[in-house]
């Protein structure tokens, strides 16, 4: 019975272990990632029909834009998750529309 235990409990650990050690993307993908996130959590519409929303840092948003950041940034983190060269290209891309974004309307 012992020995059933310690098999179980290696196997859970094994498991776990190779989970964490899953590939993701790339170190500066994922600085870029932080970033843009640090700005987009700031936005919070209300209400679906408001009209605007604010960042921490003064930037000016619908609230259609600022939801569609929130989803966009939810496909990067599924993206890197897949941990697949492809996934990793199509998340650079998606993290992209976002900053361009996140500059358009940015306070000087």
Not at 6 to 25: K, M
Not at 40 to 66: H, N
Not at 81 to 89: L, N, R, V
């Amino acid at each position: 019975m012992l020995s059933r235990i310690v098999l179980l409990a290696a196997t859970t650990v094994v498991g776990i272990g190779s989970a964490l050690a899953a590939p993701s993307c790339d170190p500066a993908l994922l600085q870029q990632y932080r970033e843009c996130a640090r700005v987009v959590d700031t936005l919070r519409p209300e209400k679906s029909g408001q009209a605007r929303v604010f960042a921490s840092d003064g930037s000016e948003f619908t609230a259609g834009q600022a939801m569609w950041m929130q989803g966009q940034l939810r496909k990067v983190e599924r993206l890197c998750a897949q941990g697949t060269p492809a996934s990793q290209e199509e998340a650079t891309a998606v993290l992209a529309a976002v900053q361009q974004l996140l500059k358009e309307h940015q306070r000087v």
